[in-house]
T-cell receptor, first 113, second 115 residues
Framework: NAGVTQTPKFQVLKTGQSMTLQCAQD?????MSWYRQDPGMGLRLIHY???????DQGEVPNGYNVSRSTTEDFPLRLLSAAPSQTSVYFC????????????FGPGTRLTVL | AQKITQTQPGMFVQEKEAVTLDCTYD???????LFWYKQPSSGEMIFLIY??????QNATEGRYSLNFQKARKSANLVISASQLGDSAMYFC????????????FGQGTRLTINP
């Protein structure tokens, strides 16, 4: 199993550009999440999904959209990139049930100029 | 709302010594899970250990153990016999009931193991 994969690994955008960060998992996990990690800080939840067709906002959702059309994929869309969105983005997945840890992808390092 | 506090921005420990990384949490939910993750310089997030709020015994996973003091709302990570490869950022996190997908993280502690 590949686990959780993310593409691209690195991306540079100009202010105002849009893009989609891809995330896929092959573990048949119901739950998927997107986090951002800013320098010197822990991860903060952007959006999450509890199943195909079901998404909800996390702590810092502004400027981002998500959709979940399949169990495997959970893309994150930046609508109009801003320098404040410069960060490392992590996708994670897990199964239902509080005893299971989240499995994280390798992250995407995004810079917005 | 849930909150995680890690008060040690950085720690320096001699190789082979034991180290304790502090974590306190705040929640009004009686049911929750506590996690520790390791983030090496390469950037990936590695799960270390889990403690459920109703677990009677402290969790252990190899050299890692979790010192869970529910009344004090603390969940400290203990690493025994530290190794150079333990140098990394360590994050404490928690999730609410039925919220396995909604982790709340602390700011992390950077651990450096000196030879």
């Amino acid at each position: 199993n590949a686990g959780v994969t993310q593409t691209p690994k690195f991306q540079v955008l100009k202010t105002g550009q849009s893009m989609t960060l891809q995330c896929a998992q092959d573990m048949n996990h119901e739950y998927m999440s997107w986090y951002r990690q800013d320098p010197g800080m822990g991860l903060r939840l952007i959006h999450y999904s509890v199943g195909a067709g079901i998404t909800d906002q996390g702590e810092v959702p502004n400027g981002y959209n998500v959709s979940r059309s399949t169990t495997e994929d959970f893309p994150l869309r930046l609508l109009s990139a801003a320098p404040s969105q410069t960060s490392v983005y992590f996708c994670a997945s897990t199964n239902r049930g509080g005893r299971t840890e989240q499995f994280f992808g390798p992250g995407t390092r995004l810079t917005v100029l | 709302a849930q909150k995680i506090t890690q008060t040690q921005p950085g720690m320096f420990v001699q190789e082979k010594e034991a180290v304790t990384l502090d974590c306190t949490y705040d929640t009004s939910d009686p049911s929750y899970g506590l996690f520790w993750y390791k983030q090496p310089s390469s950037g990936e997030m590695i799960f270390l250990i889990y403690q459920g709020s109703y677990d009677q015994q402290n969790a252990t996973e190899g050299r890692y153990s979790l010192n869970f003091q529910k009344a004090r709302k603390s969940a400290n990570l203990v690493i025994s016999a530290s190794q150079l490869g333990d140098s990394a950022m360590y994050f404490c996190a928690m999730n609410p009931p039925r919220g396995a997908q909604k982790l709340v993280f602390g700011q992390g502690t950077r651990l450096t193991i000196n030879p």
